[in-house]
């Protein structure tokens, strides 16, 4: 678990979201009206923020009988006191109110009833139709929508009349903010429950909910602001470790795992990585791995291939010297190991894999090599094919304790998975076939999602759609195995691996069409942007 437990690095699911604020009254001591209002408080500034000053704003906020609308009702208050001209539409009638929210009605009304400025600003008014909302709209003229209509609460296909009041609101010209998460998002997935409403700006309470940056919750929040609602930082570091809740990978992260070299280091010492790859007609894919794995700082990259390629592969590197496996007609022969042998005793990381190509032969001699060595190991691609239907299996003889680092697309996946999975939750998925298989698995997409068999879980921090291009899953897989030849643990050498990559990608966007990225493009921008990152502490290593 990182040493922080920042907010905006947290990811929590509904239910971690719920332990932490039953934790904040019940033992902490701190009313939940306190936090109601501290969180509708603080999205009112965040709103004011992004489209103030609130003289300029007509508000149209829509209320939901559940504490999302009950927010929603706070912001009323605050916003109506501020000078904006508010008007709330409760999608319940008053008696469906409970506890804070029903008490926070009473307080809008109140302030309604009462003469003064704030009362002029403000109307209220019940509406439990689509058709209602939009007559009211039309009245109000609204320059900015807040949407409080649902919010963690929500488990299931959004119901009428809220479903259509979200296609309405979908189909307003004006900027909607919503509160917490947008109204049918699924808060732990990402993914839309038959609706979604499309935000431009998401104020989440206390801590980021994994649906906003997982599945589709990045397309549908907007940009994010994250509202400090008073829980104490150490009942959300507690909880950021329940099932399905993840951390986001930070420079800081970054920085902190990268070990800085000793004065006295030599290559050995810094970490040695061998690449076992290629294939007749596959060259570039163990060349890209083998430069990565020396780009995230391994000392020394040796790469392994076929002896019928290794003297073109040996022209294509410079600084990488190739070894030769003995190749029978149906792929590489069996004895890897003993081949090896003499490097594997220096070397710290393997990386087995890229360019192997799906030959019978190279998949059994590929299994058996895994079968035979206690070396952290990164598993990608052909290697991935090889072990498909041995990983897990019981009469299987891999044992990966953990110190395998897997990195799958959806497709290798499947085949690993041996059926059907369902990828709408991808951290789930992530968090039970680590646990599973007792690996760390790196799922690959956007974002990334790497879990680790105890369940610690990391999401991209950086990157994009710019990444989806032949070529970057074997930098990606060289990072991780530099980064695990020079000790971190698995899961950080993969969210190390993962952050670096997206951070590179993220650079080369700065000065160029994202659309013409190519991997050894990623490649030549991880060292700039391994130095933006970690900065001139780190340029003598
Ligand atoms: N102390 C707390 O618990 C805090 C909660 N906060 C807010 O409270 C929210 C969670 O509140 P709740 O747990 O009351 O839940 P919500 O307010 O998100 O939703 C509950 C309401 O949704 C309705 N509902 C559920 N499923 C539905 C469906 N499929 N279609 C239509 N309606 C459906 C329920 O009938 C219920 O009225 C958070 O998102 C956040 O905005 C914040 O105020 C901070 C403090
Ligand atoms: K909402």
New binding site residues.
């Given amino acids: 678990m990182p040493d922080r437990c920042l907010p905006r690095d947290v990811l929590l699911t509904a239910d971690a ?2 332990k932490a ?1 039953r934790t ?2 019940e033992d902490f001591g701190l009313p ?1 009206f306190t ?2 209002e501290t ?2 408080r603080g999205a009112t500034s965040a709103i004011l923020r992004r489209y103030g000053p609130a003289e300029t704003i007509r508000a149209f906020i829509i209320c ?8 929603g009702l706070v912001v009323a208050r605050h916003l109506a006191e501020r000078g904006a001209r508010v008007h709330v539409a409760c999608t ?1 009638p008053p008696e469906d109110l409970r506890d ?2 029903a008490h926070n009605l009473e307080l809008l009304q109140s302030l309604a009833n009462s003469p003064g400025s704030a009362a002029d600003n403000l109307t209220l008014s019940t509406c439990d139709r689509v058709e209602a909302l939009e007559a009211q709209a039309a009245a109000v003229q609204p320059s900015l929508y807040v949407d ?1 209509m ?10 009428e009349p ?2 259509g009041m979200v296609e309405w609101l979908n189909g307003q010209e004006e900027k909607v903010t919503a ?3 947008p109204t049918g998002l699924h ?1 732990d997935t990402g993914a839309a ?1 038959g609706v979604c409403v499309r935000a431009d700006q998401t104020a989440t ?2 801590s980021m909910k994994a649906g906003l940056v997982v599945g589709d919750g990045a397309q549908y929040a907007g940009e994010i602001d994250i509202v400090d ?1 008073g829980m104490p930082r150490y009942i959300l570091s507690r909880v950021s470790r329940d099932a399905g809740c993840a951390f986001r990978t930070s420079d800081e992260d970054l920085c902190r795992w990268w070990p800085e070299r000793a004065n006295d280091a030599h290559k050995y010492s810094v970490g040695m990585t061998v690449v076992v790859g290629g294939a007749p007609g596959y060259i570039g894919a163990p060349v890209m791995a083998s430069r990565a794995a020396a780009r995230a700082g391994s000392g020394y990259v040796a790469c392994a291939c076929p002896e019928s390629i290794e003297s073109t592969l040996a022209q294509k590197m410079t600084s990488i010297p190739t070894l030769a496996l003995p190749e029978w007609e149906d792929g590489l022969a069996p004895d890897i190991h003993d081949t090896l042998s003499d490097r594997l005793d220096k070397a710290r990381a393997l990386l087995v894999g890229p360019g192997l190509g799906r030959k019978s032969m190279t998949q059994s001699s590929i299994c058996d090599f895994l079968s035979e060595t206690d070396l952290p190991a990164v598993i990608d691609a052909d290697g991935l094919n090889a072990i498909a239907g041995v990983l897990g299996a019981e009469d299987g003889n891999l044992e990966p304790n953990g110190r395998w680092i897997l990195t799958p697309h959806a497709g290798e996946f499947k085949r690993l998975a041996g059926e059907d999975v369902d990828f709408s939750d991808r951290i789930g998925v992530a968090q039970a076939y680590a646990k599973r298989w007792n690996v760390v698995l790196l799922l690959k997409g956007h974002p990334s999602v790497v879990a680790s068999p105890d369940g610690t879980t990391f999401v991209g921090g950086a990157g994009g759609p710019s990444l989806a291009v032949a070529g970057t899953g074997d930098v990606l897989a060289g990072l991780c195995a530099g980064f695990l030849a020079q000790g971190l643990q698995p899961i950080h050498a993969a969210a190390a691996g993962m952050h670096l990559g997206g951070a590179a990608a993220d650079r080369y966007a700065t000065h160029s069409d994202a659309r013409t990225m190519q991997a050894t493009d990623v490649l030549d921008e991880v060292a700039k942007a391994a130095y933006e990152i970690c900065g001139t502490s780190k340029a003598s290593r």
């Fill in positions: 979201m719920r604020d904040t009254i939940g936090l109601m969180a509708g939901g009988k559940g504490n999302n609308g009950g927010d319940a804070d929210p409080a649902l919010g963690t609460g929500l488990t299931s296909e959004v119901r809220l479903r509160l917490d998460i808060s429950l309470m206390a609602i």
